[in-house]
């Protein structure tokens, strides 16, 4: 028994060194190679970075320019809106009405267009006109005067009669003097037998009725 003791550890040592010389070495780990951050890498990057930039304020530019033209396109239509409103009130309170031969008295058409005048003399409380009479080249001037005044008044008593003042409305007679078309036959006629209607004052930013 006492030998067998003595063996024992020598075996065991024995068998453990055989066994550590069994495995395998761990390999070795290389660390990689610094990055060598060369004269012509750097001027590379930098160039990269500038042509970035260049590009990216060449975008800016060229939106900030969109966008400029945009804004004059916008006002460039909004003043021509604003210059079509006007010259559409202008025109209806410019449009004359019409009489038949030797009358004063309005026709059913003569109201229509007073009628598209009232609205925009109501919402323009400033607004000042003149009415002129006029006639065509039949009857003496002395009458034609006199039936130029009457139909320009006939104009002025209806527009009071929807409610616009009397004292914005002057009126004057022509008679026979300022024809709108020339000619002595019922076209032309026709065309001079009228009261015309011009802004005196305050027509410089009509507002629209529905403003």
């Avoid at 026709?107 to 009628?115: E, G, I, V």
């Avoid at 323009?124 to 003496?140: F, K, P, Y």
Wanted: with cysteine; proline share 4%.
């Amino acid at each position: 028994m006492i030998r067998y003791s003595r063996v024992a550890p020598v075996l065991l040592l024995a068998g453990m060194v055989t066994v550590g010389a069994c495995r395998r070495p761990e390999p070795e780990v290389v660390p990689p190679a610094p990055a060598i951050d060369t004269a012509a890498e750097r001027r590379a990057r930098e160039a990269a970075a500038a042509a970035a930039e260049a590009e990216r304020r060449r975008l800016e530019a060229e939106a900030a320019e969109r966008a400029r033209l945009e804004a004059e396109r916008r006002r460039a239509d909004s003043v021509a809106a604003e210059n079509r409103r006007m010259e559409s009130l202008r025109t209806t309170m410019a449009s004359a009405v019409y009489f038949d031969f030797d009358r004063s008295e309005l026709t059913s058409q003569a109201r229509a267009t007073l009628d598209q005048k009232v609205p925009i003399l109501r919402a323009n409380t400033n607004l000042r006109i003149r009415v002129a009479g006029h006639t065509d080249e039949r009857g003496s001037d002395e009458y034609n005067m006199a039936l130029g005044q009457r139909r320009a008044a006939s104009a002025r008593r209806y527009l009071v009669s929807q409610g616009i003042a009397e004292g914005r409305i002057d009126i004057v007679s022509y008679g026979e003097d300022r024809p709108a078309a020339m000619g002595s036959d019922e076209s032309a006629w026709a065309q001079n037998r009228r009261a015309e209607f011009e802004i005196v004052s305050g027509g410089d930013r009509l507002v629209s009725p529905s403003q």
